[in-house]
C-alpha cells in the first residue's frame, strides 16, 4: 500500500519549500528597486559634482530598466502564491494582479524603447 503525500509529509515539505521560494523572489523585486534608487542618486550625485552629464531621461531610462524587472519578479512571486492547491479566489486575484503588472511592464518597456531611440537620434 502506498502512502499519501499528505500523510508522507511530503505535500507540506513542498507547500514550504514554495512560500520560502515566493518570499526570496518578492525580496529580489524591492532589492531590484532599491538598488536602482541608489544607482540613480549615486551617478545623479557624482555627475552633479562633476559639473553634470547625467541628465533626467538618462535617470528615468536606468530607473525604468530596475522598475520592470521588479514588475517581473512581484509577477513571479505572485504565480508561486497560487501554484500549489490554489482557491478560485486565488486565481482570480493572480489574473487581475497578472494583467495589471504585465500592461504596466509592457508601457514601461515601449517608454524604454521611445526614449532610448529619441536619444540614438540625438
Known sequence: MMISPAESGVEELILNLVLWLKL????????????????????????????????????????????????????AADILSTAVAPSWDQIGKLGAIAVLRTALNYFLAHEIRETESGDARR
Open 24 to 75: 526570496g523572489v518578492e525580496a529580489l523585486g524591492a532589492l531590484a528597486i532599491g538598488a536602482g534608487i541608489c544607482l540613480v542618486a549615486a551617478r545623479y550625485l557624482k555627475s552633479a559634482a562633476a559639473g553634470g552629464g547625467y541628465g533626467y531621461l538618462q535617470a528615468r531610462l536606468t530607473f525604468a530598466r530596475f522598475l520592470a524587472l521588479a514588475l517581473e519578479l512581484q509577477l
